[in-house]
């Protein structure tokens, strides 16, 4: 075993691994603190690596990483009017975050520009290889790219936090949180929660919730319901920065009351790590880019290809959240984007950069995103193609009226109405399909007794099944015809529901619901949120 130890050696230099057990390069020690409060430091001068680790592991963002910055320093008792309190420790695998409390209530977070995904990681693996080449792959993230977001974001017309970069010293004032937080960069930004009526870059709301409590919501009740163009806004503006990592939990939602008594969510993107991801630009790494497609580099093309892949982890959302806005919808939404985003604007988000990191990235990032802002409405076509061809329609735990009806060649309506005792609804929502891009459509009745009434025969082109879900459900046929070909399905629960249809137009067949399809709750399963 011994004499095999200079070879795999040899062999880890050859690929441009670190050979050591110890860190690729020692933390740098902590900057001198002048008078002036502002200090000059590096985001991460160990990504620095020989060109051999980088050609194989890629060049990524690693000089802007060890390019020193100015940056002030963060004092707890000034930050706010009345200081701030830190009160809880948080963040996902990889960021490392400080939840601050303010004396009016409002809270803030402190969010580490550095990152290590290794905490992902089984124990033992932390300190091997895996975890070194784990934390050194941070590197394809910009460390000041979420800096450049607000600019751009508010352009658009997309919610935003307002980080502001900041360098954390060994302050008293963190108390039990010292030793875990002292020495390095943050961005310092408000935490969208709560009463928040007094920002406008959340709408000026006063109620902002989390994922989970506003899809709870959703679910619970037709009386609340997301501003779906406005999300759609937010999800084209997230493709054009290639921020990929979308899931659920990187939403707040901004709740606003109707006059009718509703609610309207809209969107709050949070947590831009993944924008501008640069992965690709190394042998393994492109190797492995062709496997995980999810890992979308910024490129100055937004390949039609990619557009699967960049909007993987928030697929479930785009699902449920855009299921009745039709491809016009799409195409308007994405020529409004594009024109809100001229060049000047660009430019002027660009600078709020230290000078330092505008003069290794300001070139390129102005390039790739003025061409990526001419794609957006080809990106869109593609992404609407994508929802459109398998489509999800939920309830909610209420009563609700699902409607299919028959359009002519190709094409068939669903209409879904609230369900009242005087047999008249509230319309919820409604879409014309056609089988030239849809394959099938699936209504999921989830809580409540719904009901389920199919209108004449839609085109057999079009594949359609009803769920009941729970509840006892009426499903009926109304205007038959003579065609028997049609291909609707209503799959029977067997827990009392009335079925009034010819069954050899309409098949039922009996079948066990998984627990997200059932009811609301169990809907939230498909969202990671239950």
């Known amino acids: ?165 900041v360098y954390v010293a060994d302050d008293p004032a963190l108390g039990s949180f010292r030793a875990a937080f002292g020495h390095a960069l943050y961005l310092f930004e408000e935490r969208p929660e709560g009463n928040l009526s007094a920002e406008p870059s959340f709408g000026n709301s006063n109620q902002v919730v989390s994922s989970r409590q506003a899809f709870g919501q959703l ?129 002027e988000a660009l600078q709020v950069w230290p000078r330092q990191i505008y003069s290794l990235s300001g070139a390129e990032f102005t390039d790739k995103l003025r061409s990526r802002r001419e794609q957006l409405p080809m990106v869109a076509e593609e992404f609407y193609r994508q929802l459109a061809r398998h489509v999800e329609i939920p309830g909610t735990d209420q009563p609700e009226r699902f409607v299919v009806e028959a359009a002519g060649p190709w094409r068939a309506w669903v209409r879904v109405y609230t369900r009242e005792p005087n047999g008249r609804g509230m319309l919820l929502g409604a879409r014309l399909f056609d089988a030239r891009q849809t394959a099938d459509i699936r209504l999921f009745g989830l809580g409540g007794n719904d009901e389920f009434e199919v209108i004449g025969q839609p085109d057999r082109r079009l594949r359609i099944y009803l769920y009941d879900g729970q509840g006892q459900d009426l499903v009926r046929q109304t205007q038959p015809g003579r065609n028997a070909r049609m291909r609707v399905t209503f799959l029977d629960s067997g827990d009392g529901n009335v079925v009034r249809v010819d069954k050899r137009l309409v098949a039922v067949e009996p079948y066990q619901p998984k627990a997200n399809e059932y009811d609301g709750a169990g809907w939230l399963l498909r969202h990671r949120l239950y």
């Open 219 to 347: 679910l619970a009740s037709p009386r609340f319901r997301v501003d779906a163009r406005r999300y759609l806004r937010s999800r084209l503006f997230d493709m054009w920065l290639g921020d990929w990592s979308r899931r659920e939990d990187q939403w707040r939602w901004a709740a606003f009351r109707q006059p009718d008594s509703s609610t309207v969510y809209r969107p709050i993107p949070r947590d831009r790590d993944h924008a501008f991801f640069k992965f690709d630009d190394g042998v393994l790494t492109r190797v492995i880019s062709f496997v995980k497609t999810n890992y979308q580099t910024f490129t100055r093309t937004i390949h039609l290809h990619d557009v699967e892949g960049l909007n993987r982890a928030a697929r479930p959302m785009d699902k449920s959240l855009l299921v009745y806005l039709s491809e016009q919808d799409f195409r308007e939404v994405a020529d409004s984007l594009r024109r809100a985003l001229p060049d000047e604007v660009i430019a």
């Open 1 to 165: 075993m011994l004499t095999l130890l200079p070879t795999f050696r040899l062999l880890l230099l050859a690929l441009g691994l670190p050979v050591s057990a110890r860190p690729a390069a020692a933390q740098a020690a902590p900057p001198v603190i002048g008078p002036d409060s502002v200090v000059q430091v590096a985001a991460g001068a160990h990504y620095n690596r020989g060109w051999l680790h980088q050609l194989f592991w890629g060049f990524h963002y690693r000089q802007e990483w060890a390019t020193p910055v100015a940056a002030p320093v963060f004092n707890l008792r000034t930050a706010v009017p009345g200081g701030l309190v830190p009160v809880k420790e948080g963040g996902s695998f990889q960021t490392q975050n400080l939840r601050l409390l303010a004396p009016d209530g409002r809270q803030y977070v402190l969010r580490s520009v550095d990152k290590d995904a290794t905490a992902a990681l089984p124990e033992n693996l932390r300190d091997g290889v895996v975890g070194r080449l784990m934390k050194d792959q941070t590197s394809v993230i910009h460390p000041y790219g979420a800096y450049i977001v607000p600019r751009l974001a508010r352009a658009a017309g997309v919610y935003h936090t307002n980080p502001r970069l």
